[in-house]
């Protein structure tokens, strides 16, 4: 590993945070680990809310690549997916753009952190499908990938302050519950 560390956040409004009162999100507490773990990185959080896949793998190559320069240890992470839901991109779409994105970032080390649940049922059954494709798709493709749904739709703390924000939304102690999940992946994807 490079001294240089940097690591682009890609994806939608749980990427940047959204309604986290210390700005910090998931991806911002799992930078803040490692740096305590002694593993410092730069990282940018890449995360446009109301985005779906589509719009990510539009933007992904020019927002990484001034942020990613050659003799750096580059990496990227993806989150995206329930906004894909909610405007009713179609299932496949959203799986082509995964795949699309992670082939064409090939040379990097790559890993995905699959979508949260938010306060709708008939979203999470959909959010649900597209979890398990998109696992399958990152098997295939041999990219780590950390399933958040399952354990999130069952946890106190996001589930009541989603349902007590937006609607799709936590505070801290959701996000601190969703960085807790992807932590031990997070940490031997950085460190490994």
Known sequence: MSSDLRVCFLGDSFVA??????????????????????????????????????????????????????????????????????????????????????????????????PPPVDDEPANRALASLDEAFATACRELRVPYVPTLPALVRDPAWMQEVRDGDGAHPGAAGYEALARLVAPAWTRWVEG
């Open 17 to 114: 945070g959204v309604g986290d009162p210390h700005c910090l999100g998931w991806a911002g507490r799992l930078a803040a680990l490692s740096h305590r773990r002694g593993t410092p990185l730069t990282a940018y959080y890449l995360g446009v809310r109301r985005d779906t896949s589509a719009d990510v793998l539009a933007r992904w190559e020019a927002e990484c690549t001034p942020r990613l320069p050659d003799g750096c240890d580059a990496r990227i992470v993806v989150s995206f997916g329930v906004n894909d839901t909610v405007q009713g991109l179609p299932a496949v779409e959203s799986l082509r753009n995964l795949r699309t994105l992670l082939t064409a970032a090939a040379p990097l080390p790559r890993l995905v952190v699959g």
